[in-house]
């Protein structure tokens, strides 16, 4: 095959899985998985999909403020058949940390995992980088929940289709106790998350990479090579500390991360 034609071919099979993603979108209805176009294992051409749909929504008028981290877990990564982690775009309306409730309606199936989630002093863009520099870069932690959710129907997922479809960002609630890495260890804290006054997950901080501080180092490196970094001011969701859980419409969430605190959410009712 030509490289013109093996280039076409790639450029259908993005905008192939592109439009797929989008339409479940507009529609408000889960789509097939898009790994029957991009392939089981070609996560770098599932990236291309991913800018593809970043690019449409800041053509939009949203605003990118920072990045979450996804497949920190062993176990997970295992399951999907990888060996390292992968990431999404955080847009602006995906913050809803200052609305009264999560806007259920904005879902498809979500799911919820309680995060350390970093805020950026400065830049993380230098060629050398290490845990001691994305240390020092840290303005300051909170606690997190992130809403997960996916396009694709039932959850089935591979890493092609979580790539794609933004890493299965949806929104995030940011807690209030704002703390410097100075005041306390991420690897070394213990997280209990419960729904509707039942606990549905614990964990540990050295579950997400060893340390989150890990997969912030990871985020900044690949960022930076993908030739986007990690900027100042930024959010950065670091990884699930314990199993995701599902939510529904009118669920009441609270999660405490050992110093840090507390973070909820109330999801509304559908129709709202």
Same mark, same amino acid.
């Given at each position: 095959?030509?490289?013109?034609?093996?280039?076409?071919?790639?450029?259908?099979?993005?905008?192939?899985?592109?439009?797929?993603?989008?339409?479940?979108?507009?529609?408000?209805?889960?789509?097939?998985?898009?790994?029957?176009?991009?392939?089981?294992?070609?996560?770098?051409?599932?990236?291309?999909?991913?800018?593809?749909?970043?690019?449409?929504?800041?053509?939009?008028?949203?605003?990118?403020?920072?990045?979450?981290?996804?497949?920190?877990?062993?176990?997970?990564?295992?399951?999907?058949?990888?060996?390292? %982690?992968?990431?999404?775009?955080?847009?602006?309306?995906?913050?809803?940390?200052?609305?009264?409730?999560?806007?259920?309606?904005?879902?498809?199936?979500?799911?919820?995992?309680?995060?350390?989630?970093?805020?950026?002093?400065?830049?993380?863009?230098?060629?050398?980088?290490?845990?001691?520099?994305?240390?020092?870069?840290?303005?300051?932690?909170?606690?997190?929940?992130?809403?997960?959710?996916?396009?694709?129907?039932?959850?089935?997922?591979?890493?092609?289709?979580?790539?794609?479809?933004?890493?299965?960002?949806?929104?995030?609630?940011?807690?209030?106790?704002?703390?410097?890495?100075?005041?306390?260890?991420?690897?070394?804290?213990?997280?209990?998350?419960?729904?509707?006054?039942?606990?549905?997950?614990?964990?540990?901080?050295?579950?997400?990479?060893?340390?989150?501080?890990?997969?912030?180092?990871?985020?900044?490196?690949?960022?930076?090579?993908?030739?986007? %970094?990690?900027?100042?001011?930024?959010?950065?969701?670091?990884?699930?500390?314990?199993?995701?859980?599902?939510?529904?419409?009118?669920?009441?969430?609270?999660?405490?991360?050992?110093?840090?605190?507390?973070?909820?959410?109330?999801?509304?009712?559908?129709?709202?």
């Amino acid at each position: 095959m030509s490289q013109t034609s093996t280039s076409s071919t790639l450029t259908a099979a993005i905008d192939a899985a592109t439009a797929r993603l989008q339409a479940a979108v507009r529609a408000g209805v889960p789509c097939a998985p898009v790994r029957d176009v991009l392939g089981e294992e070609d996560v770098a051409l599932a990236y291309r999909v991913q800018q593809a749909l970043t690019d449409a929504r800041l053509s939009t008028g949203a605003r990118i403020v920072g990045r979450k981290i996804g497949l920190t877990s062993p176990a997970v990564q295992q399951q999907l058949g990888v060996d390292q %982690p992968d990431f999404g775009v955080l847009f602006d309306d995906m913050d809803v940390t200052d609305l009264p409730e999560v806007p259920s309606a904005r879902l498809l199936q979500p799911k919820v995992e309680a995060e350390i989630a970093f805020v950026l002093a400065t830049d993380l863009d230098d060629p050398d980088l290490d845990v001691a520099a994305v240390r020092r870069t840290v303005d300051y932690a909170v606690a997190s929940l992130e809403i997960v959710d996916s396009r694709v129907a039932e959850w089935d997922i591979r890493i092609t289709d979580t790539v794609a479809d933004n890493a299965s960002s949806g929104l995030f609630v940011l807690g209030q106790n704002r703390l410097s890495l100075s005041e306390f260890e991420p690897a070394e804290v213990t997280m209990a998350m419960h729904v509707n006054g039942r606990l549905v997950s614990e964990g540990r901080g050295d579950a997400c990479l060893g340390d989150p501080l890990n997969a912030l180092l990871w985020l900044a490196e690949t960022a930076r090579d993908f030739g986007e %970094p990690l900027r100042a001011g930024q959010v950065v969701l670091s990884g699930a500390l314990g199993p995701m859980a599902p939510v529904s419409p009118g669920d009441r969430v609270h999660a405490e991360i050992s110093g840090l605190g507390a973070v909820n959410a109330t999801f509304s009712s559908k129709e709202q």
